[in-house]
Structure formats: C-alpha cells, structure tokens
C-alpha cells in the first residue's frame, strides 16, 4: 500500500523544485554578502577619511592654540619658506624709481653754520668752497596766545551795550569765559577724534605733549559738540540734497538675484508678514537691480559707501560718543561734514576754522549749487530754496519692468551669449 502511493516523478519534481529554490535562496544570500561587502568596503574608506579630518583638525586647533598663548610672534604665518626673499631695500637699478622729500617752498629760519677752525685729520687750515643748503622741517611745540583788547561800548541814544569783535575771535564771551581754545586747535581735536578715530584722552595728550596745550578729555568732548552745534545747518542741507539726488548708494546685489526674486515672488504667500514683504518687495521690484538697467551709471554693489562707513565702524570701538544722544548727533553731523569734504578734495581744517570764526550761522561751500547763508535760506519761500533735480541720461529710459515681457523678449543680464 506504501510502494503504491509513492509516485517517483512527483517525488522527483518535488526535490527539483526545492532544489531550485535553495539554489536562489544561496544566490541571494551570495548578492547580499557582495553587498555588505561592498558597504562595509564604503564604511572603512569614510573612517579613514574621517580619521585623516579628525586629524587634521586636531593639528590645527594645537596650531591655533598654541599661537594664541605665544606672545612673541602673533603674526606669524606657519612654517617659514624654504627659499625666502632677501628683506629691505632692493639696491642698483632694481630699486626702481628714488623719491625725495621736495625742496620747502619757504624759510621761516635761516642758520649760518659756522666752517670748522681747522682739519680734523691733519689740523691744516681750510678754504672755503662752496655753501650748501639743507632744510629741516619741523613743528613748533607751543601754544600762540592771542589777547584781544575788546571795546565796550554804549549806544548814546538807546543805551544798548555794544562790543566790537576781531574776525580771529570764536565767542564774544568774556568775565569768566574770557579764557578760551582758539578755532585751530578745537578743529585739530575734532579731526583727532572723528577723523583719525582717537579718543577724546589721546587727543588731550597730544595737544599737551605736542604744542603745550593743556585741555581735558571733557573740554574736548564739550568743543566738539559746540563745532557740532555750529555745523548741523550745513548737516541738514547735505541730507535734504542726498535726498533729492537721483543717485544714492545702496544695499549690494549679486548675481542671478532678479531671477531669484521674482521666483520667490511668484507664489502667494501663507503667512500675512510674509505677504506683506512680498507686496513691499514687488512694490519696489523696479528699483532694485537698477545698475542692470543703467550699466555703467550705477554701480552694483555698495563698496564706495563702505569704504566711507568704515572709519565710523572703526569710531564705534573707542566708543566716539555714539552712547549718548548729543554724542551719537555730533557723530553724525561732523563725520557727514568731513567726509564731503574729502571726497570734494577740500581742506576740512580750514572749513572748520573759518566756521568757528563766523558771527553768524553759515553753509559750509560742500553744497552742490549752495552757498548761501542760513538767515537767507529761512528769509526765503521752501519752494525756492529746492535744489533743481538732475535728470538721467537718455539711455536709462527703458522699461523698469523686463519682468512684465514674455522671456523671448527678456534675455537675461547674466547670460553670456
């Protein structure tokens, strides 16, 4: 009964058909033992390059630690060269083009120096050949005081109190003002200070040890603030004119920005503050890459506004009075004033002096197309007193909006074709 429910055939396909599986069953455990191998092939290479880094960036942060505790060379640069240039003044021809000091176009002294009586080496007498001129340039260490003798008056019919006044005084104060700092050396302080960025003591101690000039931190700092006084007039016409002008450096812009922006732009945006930046961007969408628009009128970046802004960073860390309000509108309107005039190419010290000296308010010449007084500007009508705008040339009246036209009519600024 046993022989007879046995069939071979099945039982042999049965054994072949196992026989297949085990076979793929092998052969996927063969393809994922290749595969592991590979990971793990994968996994040693990334910890050796792991270890290398790691390395690396231990060298370099013993490096670094180690030149923050040396104080002898804080700049050194790593390991010296192999073959390092010869240090100092190259000699002969490839020393390239000598400069000298010019001849001085005045004398305020002229010495006669006296031949020596006899030779040095042998003790024979000398003759005279020849007279040769050597100039020495230097400073006077002392402090010039003037006296002036002030007249006061009365007025024989109304009786009102008149003093006269010499065009080198600053004040017509006297009694217990009488002792004053004269224009030269307030704008000497003004420009140690907001020019040259030192602090208000340094100042003080240079005034005291260069010219004999004794004057407190605090004097300095209160003079500063009077020629601040005296210049905001001047400070406001620049503002209002950097206002009207049709140029005005700006925030810096990159390359493929446009694109960027208006892709960012497209979409409505969920959040209601976002939605607003969007309409505020879209708004001012025109504007923004105007040097795209005008090449060569406008620049792309804002390199030449920060090469102003940076002796007013470089202020900021000696504090330069930008903690307290006064000190912050001196800042502002002493810095605007001298750096208008270095751009202009004109002597801030003597723009100073001569506002010191002015009786009445007056605008600095660092106007375009201004220079009147401030009693004239106020006797005058607003209207009038608008400085004309000056229009754009001919070929920056283009369309404002390449964004609008389908993009076969807005070949991109950045492509290179």
């Known amino acids: 009964m046993f022989l007879k429910n046995l069939n071979p055939v099945r039982r042999i396909r049965e054994l072949l058909e196992e026989l297949g599986r085990t076979r793929r069953e092998r052969d996927q455990a063969r393809k994922q033992v290749e595969q592991l191998e590979d990971e793990k092939q994968r996994l040693h290479e990334k910890l050796e390059r792991l270890r290398e880094e790691n390395e690396r960036l231990r060298n370099e942060l013993e490096a670094a630690l180690r030149a923050a505790k040396r104080q002898a060379a804080p700049f050194s640069r790593g390991k010296p060269k192999s073959n390092p240039q010869r240090p100092g003044r190259k000699s002969g021809k490839a020393h390239g083009t000598h400069h000298q000091r010019p001849v001085p176009d005045h004398v305020d002294e002229e010495i006669q120096v006296n031949a020596p009586a006899q030779c040095p ?138 694109a960027e922006l208006d892709r960012m732009l497209a979409p409505t945006q969920r959040d209601a503050a976002n939605q607003r930046l969007a309409n505020h961007l879209r708004h001012e969408r025109p504007y923004l890459f105007t040097f795209l628009y005008c090449p060569g009128l406008v620049d792309a970046t804002n390199n030449v506004a920060e090469r102003v802004m940076r002796i007013l960073v470089m202020i900021r860390k000696n504090w330069g009075g930008n903690r307290t309000e006064n000190g912050a509108r001196a800042q502002a309107v002493l810095t605007s004033v001298l750096c208008t005039a270095r751009q202009q190419d004109k002597d801030a010290f003597q723009l100073l002096v001569d506002l010191l000296r002015s009786r009445q308010p007056k605008l600095l010449d660092l106007l375009p197309a201004v220079a009147e007084s401030a009693p004239a500007a106020k006797a005058r009508p607003r209207e009038s007193s608008v400085l004309p705008k000056t229009p754009f040339p001919a070929y920056a009246d283009i369309p404002l909006l390449p964004g609008l036209r389908s993009s076969a009519e807005n070949p991109s600024f950045f492509n290179s074709a």
Not at 145 to 152: A, K
Not at 230 to 251: C, F, I, V
């Open 121 to 258: 080496d042998c003790g024979g007498p000398l003759t005279v050949e020849r007279v040769e001129s050597q100039y020495q340039e230097e400073i006077v260490r002392r402090t010039w005081v003037r006296r002036f003798q002030i007249p006061i008056c009365r007025c024989d019919q109304c009786q009102k109190r008149v003093q006269g006044r010499h065009p080198l005084q600053t004040s017509d104060a006297i009694g217990a003002a009488a002792v004053q700092v004269g224009p030269e050396a307030v704008t000497l302080g003004v420009l140690m200070n907001k020019a040259q960025g030192l602090p208000h003591a340094d100042a003080a101690a240079i005034l005291k040890q260069g010219f004999g000039l004794t004057m407190s931190p605090s004097g300095i700092c209160r003079a500063i603030q009077r020629v601040a006084r005296k210049a905001e007039a001047t400070w406001h016409a620049l503002r209002d004119a950097a206002r009207r002008s049709t140029l005005a450096h700006m925030d810096e812009t990159g390359g493929r920005l446009e």
